[in-house]
């Protein structure tokens, strides 16, 4: 569980990151995870992951998810395209 928590989380950091992006820009986060009894090792791997950032978290515990992945993320950020512009 924890390597795929890891590997979603990472993958929402890499998109983020090439619209130039940084975890500070994240407003809410939705988590889709098998088993409610992940909740506790999804955090830990997601605090590890966006440090300080603080964005509205909604976790939703379901019995299963397709092609048996265990972690589903989605994320929504408000970058400001100015301050962004190369």
Do not use: C
């Amino acid at each position: 569980f924890e390597t795929q928590a890891g590997q979603a989380i990472d993958n929402m950091l890499a998109v983020l990151k090439a619209a130039g992006g940084t975890p500070a820009d994240l407003v809410k986060v939705t988590a889709y995870i098998v088993g409610v009894s992940n909740w506790l090792s999804f955090n830990q791997v997601y605090a590890e992951r966006l440090g300080n950032a603080r964005p509205a978290r909604t976790i939703v515990p379901v019995s299963e998810l397709h092609f048996g992945y265990l972690v589903e993320v989605d994320a929504i950020a408000v970058l400001d395209l100015n301050e962004h512009a190369t």
